[in-house]
């Protein structure tokens, strides 16, 4: 008798984890994003410098590239449930206590180092978050349904932005600066029990029918990732494994598309406004109002990304043609962006960054996450999302200090625009002309001429 219950209905509850998952990362964006919204009043609250407050602010991205590798360990060592749920517990409890700074410290230099110190250790903790989404992926869904789900739990951020931005707001306002901490505190201390309650294995879920497994398996799902036996029979990970994910260039094109797409995330919501107030004139309430039409634009086409890749698949395509094509297309749109420069109208320069956030999504709902998780050795499945999304990361302090650095040293925005599209021209490079075929490390074919006839099939010059 297998370990699931098998009833006559089709279940789906592989769409309820994937909701559940899409539910702790808009909690997870949420807490880290926050802090931006408490800014202005923790500032006056405590008497800090403009550059004292950027000193905790930047905490959060440091650490979270820092605690990529270690989660991923964690995650091929004790599996998703677990590390998530310790995870999402303990960060939970660094936002709140963030929201009690004022009572564990006194003065300005003490609720300095306190705030940044959990700000640190919130980046560190939340670090295996976005690693085990993509493992619940590959758990849950079969390869044809990747693109659509992980597309999902990718477009967290917009829906973190639109529901505890104005959320948060209203509390500052109303109550104080404090209590946006105590209650995304408290939703993610409710959501731990959510999680307990209803994330199990596949063939351990009392909800999934035999069908629907079945479903999962024939596809390519890897059910047993997480089973006891199978983290327990894992040997550590070995020095070749980490050789392997560090020298593989199908893998390294990932990491550097993954590195792009966080290039122009954060050009958004770091520098875009500010183009808005100081090079085409606007008043800080309308360019707050300009970031909402690509911010929408940018959630339709991860999730339009996704479906289109997971459609080219059931219509026969090869994973390789599939994923990496709206990839393609999506990072050539993206790149328009670099019009803004000579588009004379503010109307103007909303629809081009709007059509050019919306090919960012595209090629983010086909082409980041859902690679990986078509990709990622079967042992090493954490690791190898933590590699991918420290290294993508790492563009969250780079591509603002550069941007930044470009415009002092020109005084020209228009360069600075340049800058940011040469970003989705040399990924679409990577993914049609370096990356070569999309398959999971650990099983490449081993036959030459097989081999080239994939490569033949995706249509990619493979160097």
Known sequence: MPAYQTTQRTSHVRIGILFLILFLSVVAYADRSILSISGSAIKEAFGLSAIQLGLILSAFSWAYVIGQI????????????????????????????????REFSSGMTGALVLMFTLRFLLGLIEAPSFPANARVVIMWFPGSERGRASSLFSSAQY???????????WLVSRFGWEWPF??????????VVVWVAWMREP?????VSESELRHIIEGG????IDAEQTLKARPPVSKAMFRTLLTNRMLWCAYLGQYCIIALSYFFITWF????????????????????????????????????????????????????????????????????????????????????????????????????????????????????????????????????????????????????????????LLFLLVMGPIERVGEQTRHPAARDGQQKQAGIRVL
């Open 273 to 428: 406004p500010i183009y808005l107030v100081q090079a085409r004139g606007m008043d800080i309430m309308e360019a707050g109002f300009a970031t909402i039409a690509p911010a929408l634009a940018g959630f339709l086409g991860g999730i339009s990304g996704g479906y289109l890749s997971d459609k080219l698949i059931a219509r026969g395509w090869s994973v390789s043609r599939a994923r990496k094509t709206p990839y393609i297309v999506g990072m050539l749109m993206a790149s328009s962006l670099v019009l803004a420069a000579i588009i004379p109208g503010n109307t103007g320069i909303i629809l081009i960054m709007s059509f050019a956030f919306f090919g960012k999504g595209v090629a983010a709902g086909a082409g980041t996450w859902t690679v990986i998780s078509d990709t990622a050795p079967k042992e090493a499945v954490g690791l190898a999302g933590a590699i991918f999304n420290g290294i993508g990361n790492i563009a969250g302090f780079t591509t603002p200090l550069l941007f930044g650095i470009i415009v002092g040293l020109t005084g020209n925005y228009s360069i600075g625009l340049a800058f940011v599209a040469a970003h989705c021209v040399v990924a679409a």
């Open 221 to 224: 799902g890897l059910v047993d």
């Open 70 to 101: 270690p989660g991923g360990l964690l995650l091929d060592r004790f599996g998703a449930k677990k590390v998530y749920g310790v995870t999402l517990a303990l960060w939970s409890l660094s936002t709140l206590a963030m929201g009690l700074t």
């Open 203 to 207: 063939r351990k879920h009392p909800g």
């Open 182 to 191: 105590f209650v995304l505190g408290s939703i993610g201390l409710l959501a």
């Open 159 to 169: 829906f973190a932005v639109a529901i505890f931005s104005p959320l948060s707001g």
